[in-house]
C-alpha cells in the first residue's frame, strides 16, 4: 500500500459527514435538499469503505514498519470505523426514532 495522507483526510471528511447524517437522524435539518443527500450518501455509504481502505492501509504500513507513529486522524478514523461496524453488527445504523 502507499503513504498517501489523501487517504486519511478522505476518510475523515467522509466521518465528519457520518456524524452529521446521525445528527441529522435525530433532529431533521435540510430536509429535501441537495445538501442533506449529499451528507447521507458520504456519511452511510462512502465512510465505512473509505475506513476500511484507509485502515488496512495503515495496518498494512505498520507491518512493513514504514508508519511514522499514531496521528491524531487516524486514531478518529479507527474510532469511527469502530462506531460504524458496531452500529452495523449490531443492525441499529437502519433504525431511528423519528
Same mark, same amino acid.
Given at each position: 500500500? =502507499?503513504? @498517501?495522507? *489523501?487517504? @486519511?483526510?478522505?476518510a475523515f471528511i467522509c466521518n465528519i459527514c457520518f456524524l452529521a447524517?446521525?445528527?441529522?437522524?435525530?433532529?431533521?435539518?435540510?430536509?429535501? =435538499? &441537495?445538501?442533506? %443527500?449529499?451528507?447521507?450518501?458520504?456519511?452511510?455509504?462512502? %465512510?465505512?469503505?473509505? #475506513?476500511?481502505?484507509? #485502515?488496512?492501509? &495503515?495496518? %498494512?504500513?505498520? $507491518?512493513?514498519?514504514?508508519?511514522?507513529?499514531?496521528?491524531? $486522524? *487516524?486514531?478518529? #478514523?479507527?474510532?469511527?470505523?469502530?462506531?460504524?461496524?458496531?452500529?452495523?453488527? =449490531?443492525? #441499529?445504523?437502519?433504525?431511528t426514532k423519528i
Open positions: 500500500m =502507499t503513504k @498517501d495522507p *489523501r487517504l @486519511d483526510k478522505i447524517a446521525m445528527v441529522m437522524r435525530y433532529y431533521p435539518v435540510l430536509q429535501g =435538499t &441537495w445538501m442533506e %443527500s449529499m451528507l447521507l450518501v458520504a456519511g452511510l455509504f462512502i %465512510s465505512p469503505v473509505m #475506513n476500511l481502505v484507509s #485502515n488496512l492501509n &495503515w495496518l %498494512s504500513l505498520f $507491518i512493513q514498519k514504514k508508519a511514522k507513529g499514531i496521528q491524531l $486522524i *487516524r486514531v478518529f #478514523n479507527l474510532v469511527m470505523f469502530i462506531l460504524q461496524a458496531g452500529l452495523v453488527l =449490531t443492525g #441499529n445504523l437502519g433504525k
